[in-house]
Nanobody, 116 residues
């Protein structure tokens, strides 16, 4: 059974930084495309950043230059380094993994709150 467990959320002032982690188990992590999504209250869940099994990345325009997604296949973990945080980055952040069968798995989410 695939499990994704996020950590690293919290409360930070505008301009600050946080690093989110997502640890995977029950799968061949190195073969998965991993993504971070976020969802603010009353809004849809949107893609923030994605990293493929080969290390290719893409980002939402709103976070380009501020956020960095990376992965450590030896630790079965994907990271989201978030710098220069803004109040509009406040949301629940979800880790997503898509395997080679195009099956999707989700973590439980971690709250990020940025105060102005």
């Amino acid at each position: 059974q695939v499990q994704l467990v996020e950590s690293g959320g919290g409360l930070v002032q505008a301009g600050g930084s946080l690093r989110l982690s997502c640890a995977a188990s029950g799968t061949v992590f190195s073969m998965m495309t991993m993504s971070w999504y976020r969802q603010a209250p009353g809004k849809q869940r949107d893609l923030v950043a994605r990293i493929t099994s080969t290390g290719s990345t893409n980002y939402a325009d709103s976070v380009k230059g501020r956020f960095t997604i990376s992965r450590d296949n030896a630790k079965n973990t994907v990271y989201l380094q978030m710098n220069s945080l803004k109040p509009e980055d406040t949301a629940n952040y979800y880790c997503n993994g898509q395997d080679w069968r195009n099956l999707n798995y989700w973590g439980q989410g971690t709250q990020v709150t940025v105060s102005s």
